[in-house]
Nanobody, 113 residues
Framework: QVQLVESGGGLVQPGGSLRLSCAAS????????MGWNRQAPGKQRESVAT?????STNYAPSVKGRFTISRDNAKVYLQMNSLKPEDTAVYYCYAQAGPHVSWGQGTQVTVSS
C-alpha cells in the first residue's frame, strides 16, 4: 500500500508561481510512475503531468512550457509558473505501484486577482 500527502497549494495572482509537493510512504519501492491530475469545479478530472520510471515526462498541452514535474525518490513535485485563472482546481498526485494507483487527498490551487 502506498499513501500520498500533497502540500503547497494556495491562492496566487495570475502570472504567479506555486510549487506543489507530494510525499509517498508505505511500499514506495513498488512505485514506478507518478504524476498530477486536477479537477476544476464542474469539470472532469484531467491529467496534468506524469513522470515515468525512466525519468521521461509528459504534460497536458494546456500546461506545457509553464509547469515542470520532477521526482526525488518517493517525492514528486509540480512547479507551476505563469499561472492562469483556468489553472484553478484541486490538484491530486498519484502513484502507480504494480496494478494499483494510489491518490493523495488533493490540494486546492486558486489563481485569482
Amino acid at each position: 500500500q502506498v499513501q500520498l500527502v500533497e502540500s503547497g497549494g494556495g491562492l496566487v495572482q495570475p502570472g504567479g508561481s506555486l510549487r506543489l509537493s507530494c510525499a509517498a510512504s508505505g511500499t514506495v519501492y513498488s512505485i514506478y510512475d507518478m504524476g498530477w491530475n486536477r479537477q476544476a469545479p464542474g469539470k472532469q478530472r484531467e491529467s496534468v503531468a506524469t513522470i515515468f520510471s525512466d525519468g521521461s515526462t509528459n504534460y497536458a498541452p494546456s500546461v506545457k512550457g509553464r509547469f515542470t514535474i520532477s521526482r526525488d525518490n518517493a517525492k514528486v513535485y509540480l512547479q507551476m509558473n505563469s499561472l492562469k485563472p483556468e489553472d484553478t482546481a484541486v490538484y491530486y498526485c498519484y502513484a502507480q505501484a504494480g496494478p494499483h494507483v494510489s491518490w493523495g487527498q488533493g490540494t486546492q490551487v486558486t489563481v485569482s486577482s
